[in-house]
């Protein structure tokens, strides 16, 4: 039977329990109720619990000491390291806030109180969004393993910004990318004074819209020289930018695919390809050869190029071709996006030679674009009218 006592402002509640592991009798006991009715609430549902065999002491556990275990097993379950570390980084703000507190001591305000901080702070809402999720996954883990008794996550509220129009209209994103007179500068720059083989980098990615990481991944069996395609099946992941210790995987969003080249950019690649057999002969034994289309060429020649080169290369193109030094490489996928718009390829046409399900800065690139086909539609549909018009009443 629980018992009941008020200290300061709140009340307690202690029931006997015999632990069905040791056989021994053990006080629960628990605190902090502001009303003794709820007080009296939460131990009759222990005692339920007790007297159906479903009540589990919770195991005294730090926050820090269960989410490292939780990680733990989700990177060995995780088919992707990216996606295992961005949980991590997710977490750290967690273990940061709670660290060695209790598991079982933290309630549903401390846990709302952290997302508000982390609002506060500047964050996002997408990427409080993604915290929340990593957090509430460890206290669904705590409750299946009966650590817990409630979860505090259960209710949670995700916090939002509230911004004035003025805000919000300066914080919209302008999506960068070349035009095509500006693409076809930084090409021919790139192919008169780019480093190696940066020309037959920049092309490809500028008439494909690859990922970058999907570029640096592709093999020369890969390429369909005699269809004029390019089977995308995998991407280059390299976090530490230590070139033996790469990692292919999966696309993003598990976007395998396969894509149209033209004749140009294959005869391009043939080129690219002799080039390479005859610098693979000159290297002899010292060429790592595993495949690889665009690799380094200095002193760990055969490895696949790290995605830092690439950027680097392309801010000095830029710059020599008097270019926006701001684009990156995944400009030219906007690129990409932008010149196929102008080219009346539809929208759902080039999300999937994208590999896209749903991206909104590719929508918002096409209907930038498209815009003013919009308005020349509009103004030759009036002039038609007008036409009509004036025949009328003449």
């Known amino acids: 039977m629980a018992s009941f006592r008020k200290r300061g402002q709140t009340w307690t509640y202690q029931v006997l329990y015999k632990n069905p592991v ?4 053990e006080y629960i006991t628990k605190g902090g109720f502001k009303k003794k009715s709820d007080c009296k609430e939460a131990a009759a549902e222990v005692e339920k619990k007790i007297n159906n065999n479903s009540y589990a002491k919770e195991r005294k556990v ?50 709302q109180d952290v997302l508000y901080q982390l609002r506060d702070q500047g964050f996002a809402h997408n990427t409080i969004s993604g915290i929340n999720g990593a957090g509430k996954m460890v206290f669904k883990r705590a409750m299946a393993q009966n650590i817990l ?11 939002r910004v509230k911004k004035t129009i003025e ?27 780019g480093v190696d083989i940066d020309y037959f980098v920049f092309l490809l990615k500028a008439y494909s819209g690859m990922r970058v990481g999907e570029l640096l991944a592709l093999k020369w069996t890969d390429i369909d020289f005699t269809n004029g395609e390019i089977n995308i099946t ?40 002799k080039m390479m057999n005859e610098y693979k002969l000159r290297k002899g034994k010292e060429y790592n050869d595993q495949g690889f289309i665009f690799v380094d060429t200095n002193r760990t020649p055969g490895y696949p190029m790290i995605i830092k080169t ?46 896209h399900k749903n991206d909104s800065v590719t929508r918002d690139v096409y209907l930038h674009v498209t815009k003013s086909r919009k308005k020349e539609a509009a103004v030759k549909f009036s002039n038609l009218m007008d036409s009509v018009r004036n025949k009328n009443s003449g």
């Open 234 to 273: 995998k991407t280059y992941y390299n976090p530490q930018n230590r070139i033996k210790e790469f990692e292919l995987l999966t696309p993003k969003n598990s976007s395998k695919r396969t894509i149209q080249i033209d004749e140009f950019v294959l005869g391009e690649l043939k080129t690219l390809k």
């Open 310 to 355: 690439v950027g680097r290369r392309m801010k000095r193109i830029l710059k020599l071709a008097q270019l926006d030094e701001s684009l990156t490489p995944h400009s030219l996928r906007h690129t990409h996006t932008s010149l196929l718009a102008e080219a009346g390829v539809s929208l759902e046409e080039i999300m999937e030679r994208l590999g």
């Open 149 to 159: 008794q409630s979860d505090p996550t259960q209710y949670v509220k995700l916090p």
């Open 22 to 25: 040791t056989g021994e009798r």
């Open 167 to 193: 805000e919000l209209e300066s914080e919209k994103e302008v999506v960068k990318y070349l035009e095509k007179d500006q693409l076809s500068t930084f090409l021919h720059v790139a192919e008169e004074q």
């Open 62 to 111: 730090t926050f820090q000491e269960f989410a490292l275990e939780w990680f733990e097993e989700y990177e060995k379950q995780s088919n992707k390291p990216s996606t295992a570390r961005a949980r991590f980084y997710d977490i750290r703000h967690f273990i940061n806030a709670f660290g060695a507190v209790e598991l079982s001591k933290i309630s549903a305000r401390h846990y």
